[in-house]
T-cell receptor
Framework: DVKVTQSSRYLVKRTGEKVFLECVQD?????MFWYRQDPGLGLRLIYF???????EKGDIPEGYSVSREKKERFSLILESASTNQTSMYLC??????????????FGDGTRLSIL | AQKVTQAQTEISVVEKEDVTLDCVYE???????LFWYKQPPSGELVFLIR??????QNEISGRYSWNFQKSTSSFNFTITASQVVDSAVYFC??????????FGPGTRLSVLP
């Protein structure tokens, strides 16, 4: 089974802090994604990566950056956390080419609270 | 632009009732893929089914069935004889060829004993 592991289930940080959310997948998938999930809005794409060192902006990249130094690891960075970034963050991986019709595999999510 | 609408925000049923979750999508792509995911309270999204745009055959898997109709741009999901373990948030998602995934807002299903 594919395993996508997010480093924390719950995280509490303060406004202005730099926050790192880590995601690791164990199936050698080329593609990785970061979403945030908010009630009534579904999942919204923040950033994605189709290969090591590559990154692409999603629909809501403002206030975030990412890092993909190794194929299995995709990190989401909140440069200066703000209260409107309080949310559930989900990491996903996807096998094959970027236009693959395969389903994404998701981690358990990180519930982040910014105080 | 791609869009997924799940008009039902929350549904409550009593165990053993049948329930249908609606999904309506918009896309200009001729090739696209539709997905359903289940998100139990634990948080992880679990993949349930994928449908390709050129395959309108409906599918049944145990108590689950899916009705894909291109004419109405709908991909509805029915649970027969619902159980408490079916309680979750269900997401419908669309992916146009070469595009990113677009998710609906989700439907929270509560199955009461």
């Amino acid at each position: 089974d594919v395993k996508v592991t997010q480093s924390s289930r719950y995280l509490v940080k303060r406004t202005g802090e730099k926050v790192f959310l880590e995601c690791v997948q164990d199936m050698d998938h080329e593609n990785m994604f970061w979403y945030r999930q908010d009630p009534g809005l579904g999942l919204r794409l923040i950033y994605f990566s189709y290969d090591v060192k590559m990154k692409e902006k999603g629909d809501i990249p403002e206030g975030y950056s990412v890092s993909r130094e190794k194929k299995e690891r995709f990190s989401l960075i909140l440069e200066s956390a703000s209260t409107n970034q309080t949310s559930m963050y989900l990491c996903a991986s996807l096998p094959g080419t970027p236009d693959s019709n395969q389903p994404q595999h998701f981690g358990d999510g990180t519930r982040l609270s910014i105080l | 632009a791609q869009k997924v609408t799940q008009a039902q925000t929350e549904i409550s049923v009593v165990e053993k009732e049948d329930v249908t979750l609606d999904c309506v999508y918009e896309t200009r792509d001729t090739t696209y893929y539709l997905f359903w995911y289940k998100q139990p309270p634990s948080g992880e999204l679990v993949f349930l089914i994928r449908r390709n745009s050129f395959d309108e055959q409906n599918e049944i898997s145990g108590r689950y069935s899916w009705n894909f109709q291109k004419s109405t741009s709908s991909f509805n999901f029915t649970i027969t004889a619902s159980q408490v373990v079916d309680s979750a948030v269900y997401f419908c998602a669309l992916r146009g060829y070469g595009q990113n995934f677009v998710f609906g807002p989700g439907t929270r299903l509560s199955v009461l004993p």
